[in-house]
């Protein structure tokens, strides 16, 4: 089932938001490879979907650090820990691993995308959405 970024994702910050909607599109991208029966060796294209989600998550990363630190947001460590393990499981990615099972893996790595899209932007990035709010009412 493909990914929906729906409005129950949203942070109401508009720029974090847009950089989410992009991180959904590259697990759709994942996620229509998998289902595509007429590639038959998707190595290289799953190469270049890893390093496309690791480059855009560094940079969607740095920008979110960024704007947290703006607004002396209380919960940034938190943040950058869960980050940093983030791009820790990325760098971990063994390509030969990822040759010999290749539909296991592109499983694998959905798995782990939908678990953070859905875990970490409904639970710790709306709370930063919730912190601008609350400083907005002060």
Do not use: C, P
């Not at 938001?17 to 290289?44: G, S, W």
């Not at 760098?91 to 899209?117: C, M, N, P, R, S």
């Amino acid at each position: 089932m493909k990914y929906e970024f729906t409005d129950d994702y949203l942070t109401g910050i508009e720029a974090i938001d847009k950089e989410h909607a992009r991180l959904f599109e590259i697990a759709n991208e994942t996620y229509d490879l998998m289902q595509n029966d007429l590639v038959t060796d998707k190595y290289d294209k799953i190469v270049d979907l890893i390093k496309q989600l690791e480059e855009y998550t560094k940079t969607h990363f740095a920008h979110e650090e960024e704007f947290m630190e703006s607004i002396h947001y209380q919960h940034i460590w938190s943040e950058r820990h869960q980050h940093m393990t983030f791009i820790k499981k990325l760098d971990e990615v063994d390509l030969e691993q990822v040759d010999h099972g290749q539909q296991e893996y592109i499983t694998e790595v959905l798995d782990f995308l939908a678990k953070w899209l859905q875990g970490h932007i409904k639970g710790a990035d709306k709370r930063i959405g919730e912190a601008v709010k609350q400083q907005e009412q002060s």
